[in-house]
């Protein structure tokens, strides 16, 4: 069965909501897709104690004349259709214009102790207690760097955990500055505000980095370096982010142009190239939100609006949105520049750190390789279940070799929803296999 819609929407997070509600502002037969359940992303993910933040509830209630397609997973795509696994099998779902709203995933890096149980992204642990993990009383350590080390560790404590210190690894210059910066943006200074004020009490370490993590079966404890020198820090969990890197597979895979920055200022991490009204490479195929480049939530929702309006043929509407677009971009850049990264982070890994851990391949065992291919050919780095999406990732920042391109199954499927491929999609997940 092919489900067909006039605008098809990857991503119910802020982006997708509000480009869901734009297009569906001018009659457009609009679906919305995301691998979770519930409507929200990453950002606005559903909390089993506590109630979503009002600005997720009036975008979701907002939401009228779209059809929500939950647990949906985009593992193929060709021009005009994408293939999607579900619970219930393999669906097709064709479009007449697709807007990519596929968010971003935080990077981590590898030091030793990172693989031990307890030790996870910042982001990912308080997508875990939302789900009612266990938190209440335990230790926890929130380190990296930039503003949402605030954010996870509020969700942190509102769970009952017992915070031992933001370990943020900017210096306290920098992030002084950036805070000055925010009297240009009132509401995020608010926001600022009350998040300093829900974490009171809590240690906050300027210029500081994690360079360990110790214990046998589980995590027990972490060395902490900064201008002073190392400490020793017993602890039961340590939440790591050192940013957000935009989710491209989807878009590489059906052939959008991406943005790896300049040869004197490469990115090792690109995001996709859009024009004024977020128009990709490819034809009727739009993106926003963290997939053009990290901006943040503000700037996620006036895109998604953006490419909602043009995709469905609105560009009066669009364009209107432009001037706020600019001012949330600025800010973005303000986050790249004062949070940027010590280069202590890309020395921490030894030669015995294991990079990839769903293989378990060290550090030395890439030691002669010039890329991601070669090397996964070798030794299985980024053939695992995450397909390199952490240890690729991870790799290029450390300068290693870039992130090799996307190839479908975008995530690990069944065979029988590969079985619904088309005859062109199924060719090209044959030549990936091998």
Request: charged share 15%; aromatic share 4%; with cysteine.
């Amino acid at each position: 069965m092919t489900l067909r819609f006039d605008v098809l929407i990857v991503g119910a997070g802020p982006a997708g909501l509000a480009a869901a509600q734009a297009a569906a502002s001018h009659g457009a037969r609009v679906g919305l897709l995301d691998a979770q359940a519930r409507l929200g992303g990453q950002v606005w993910r559903h909390d089993v104690r506590h109630p979503a933040p009002g600005a997720a509830r009036d975008a979701i209630n907002a939401l009228k004349q779209v059809t929500f397609l939950g647990q949906h997973q985009v593992i193929a795509a060709e021009p005009q259709r994408l293939l999607v696994e579900t619970p219930q099998g393999a669906e097709h779902l064709s479009y007449a214009t697709l807007i990519l709203a596929t968010g971003a995933r935080e990077l981590l890096l590898p030091f030793p102790g990172w693989t031990l149980p307890g030790v996870t992204g910042a982001g990912g642990l308080q997508a875990l207690v939302k789900q009612a993990w266990p938190i209440a009383g335990k230790r926890v350590v929130v380190a990296g760097t930039g503003p949402l080390l605030l954010a996870a560790a509020a969700t942190l404590r509102k769970h009952g955990a017992h915070l031992l210190g933001i370990v943020e690894q900017a210096p306290q210059s920098a992030v002084h500055a950036f805070a000055r910066q925010l009297l240009h943006w009132p509401a995020r200074a608010v926001q600022a505000v009350g998040l300093r004020a829900r974490l009171a009490g809590v240690p906050y370490r300027f210029g500081s980095i994690v360079r360990h993590a110790y214990g046998e079966q589980q995590l027990g404890a972490i060395e902490i370096e900064d201008a002073h020198g190392k400490q020793r820090l017993d602890c039961d969990h340590l939440a790591l982010g050192y940013g957000l890197l935009p989710n491209t597979e989807l878009a590489q895979l059906l052939g959008c142009a991406l943005d790896y920055g300049t040869p004197e200022q490469a990115s090792a991490h690109p995001h996709v190239i859009v024009d004024r009204l977020l128009r990709t490479s490819v034809a009727d195929v739009y993106a926003a939100g963290e997939a053009c480049g990290i901006g943040g939530l503000a700037a996620a929702r006036i895109e998604g609006a953006i490419a909602g309006h043009a995709a469905a043929g609105a560009e009066a509407a669009a364009s209107a949105l432009l001037p706020r677009r600019a001012k949330e971009r600025r800010f973005a850049s303000l986050l790249a520049k004062h949070f940027a990264l010590d280069p202590r982070l890309h020395q921490l890994a030894t030669p015995q750190t294991i990079i990839c851990r769903c293989e378990d391949v060290t550090l030395s065992a890439l030691d002669g390789f010039t890329d991601a291919r070669a090397a996964k050919l070798a030794t299985r780095c980024g053939m695992g279940a995450c397909q390199g999406r952490i240890c690729g990732s991870a790799l290029a920042e450390l300068g290693r070799f870039p992130r090799s391109g996307s190839r479908p199954p975008l995530f690990p499927a069944r065979l029988s929803s590969l079985v619904q491929a088309t005859p062109s999609l199924s060719d090209e997940i044959s030549r990936s296999s091998t």
